[in-house]
């Protein structure tokens, strides 16, 4: 087996979600040598060292150093020779079983794996379905009824049935008119009717 036909055969397998897969979080740490730059200076230390206090003030903060000026006194002077910076990224990786397998261990999984589907397919065959078909009106202002929607689908859903197929019907159109005063006003509305149809496997 080739490593490109391994490959194939493992991303296949990922969009099936038939690999178990684990996260690991690693820690990064890039380190960058930060020169001194004697135009940047903007204060002298209590030792009549030169530095800038942005970058003083920057560098205790992210060593969680407090703001003394012993501190201000020993950072000025480390970063009059330069100093190391140091910059912390957190990558998360995702790992599946048979990132490391050889060719026998992933020949046995997949032959494992095509025993399972079809095993569950024959007993799928075998399996007597049965339907029933659920019709739900919308509002007369021709607005979906959402939470009757919901209720139906939930029902059904406990009671072992899942959606197969919906779609919807149009019923016609509902138009109301009122006058006051003399000024009349109406609307008109498309009213339609959705069909669901649920599938369960029927008990023997």
């Known amino acids: 087996m080739t490593e490109n036909e391994k490959n194939i055969i493992i991303e296949r397998l990922k969009k099936c979600k038939a690999l178990k897969v684990r996260k690991v979080t690693k820690k990064i740490t890039n380190t960058k040598k930060i020169d001194f730059n004697v135009a940047q200076t903007d ?36 970063m ?32 494992l794996y095509i025993v399972e589907k079809l095993s569950a397919l024959e007993q799928s065959s075998n399996n007597i379905m049965e339907y029933t078909v659920v019709s739900i009106n919308d509002k007369h202002n021709g607005s979906t009824d959402i939470d009757l929607l919901e209720r139906t689908l939930n029902r059904y859903s406990s009671e072992g049935w899942h959606v197969k197929q919906m779609f919807t019907n149009e019923l016609g159109v509902n138009s109301s008119s009122a006058s006051i005063n003399g000024i009349g006003f109406g609307t008109n509305s498309t009213v339609d009717q959705i069909i669901i149809v649920f599938e369960r496997v029927k008990k023997q």
């Open 80 to 111: 009059n020779t330069g100093y190391t910076k140091e910059n912390v990224n957190y990558v998360t990786e995702i790992h599946h079983e048979l990132e490391d397998a050889d060719d026998e261990t992933i020949d046995r999984f997949l032959n």
């Open 43 to 78: 204060a002298v230390s209590s030792e009549g060292v030169p530095y800038s206090k942005n970058e003083v003030m920057q560098y205790l903060l992210e060593k969680g150093l407090p703001l003394t000026q012993e501190n201000v006194d020993l950072a000025a002077k480390m």
